[in-house]
């Protein structure tokens, strides 16, 4: 099956909409999130791209504790490629991939 890929201009929302998930997720995890970044094409200025807002979160430890408190915010984790520190989350209305890194 193959998917096919979008990409539109870039939109000025994405600013926007980073920032309210971003904070969505900064409730749910509190301290647990050492970061919250707007990664990916999205995150540049006038780069045309996916309609996909890509959000990395630095954890200490990717533990129960990380993944319940995501879920109690309304996001559900979906298959991800263990080669790669990626979880995929989406919540609602977002359409977010979500990636974890372990603190250096």
């Given amino acids: 099956m193959t998917e096919t890929v ?3 201009p870039h939109q000025a929302r994405w600013t926007n909409e980073f ?3 971003a904070a969505r997720l900064g409730a749910a995890l509190g301290s647990l999130a050492l970061r919250i970044d707007h ?3 999205t995150s540049v200025p006038g780069l045309a ?3 996909v ?3 990395q979160i630095t954890v200490a430890e990717l533990d129960e504790n990380v993944l319940r408190s995501l879920g109690d915010a ?3 984790l979906k298959p991800f490629n263990r080669e ?3 979880i ?3 919540a609602e209305q977002w359409a977010a991939q979500i990636g974890w890194q372990p603190a250096a």
Avoid: N, P, Q
């Fill in 39 to 41: 990664i990916g094409s």
């Fill in 84 to 86: 790669v520190d990626l």
């Fill in 6 to 8: 979008t990409i539109i």
């Fill in 19 to 21: 920032e309210a998930v």
């Fill in 53 to 55: 807002i890509d959000v």
């Fill in 88 to 90: 995929y989350l989406a």
């Fill in 49 to 51: 791209a996916k309609d």
């Fill in 74 to 76: 309304g996001f559900a």
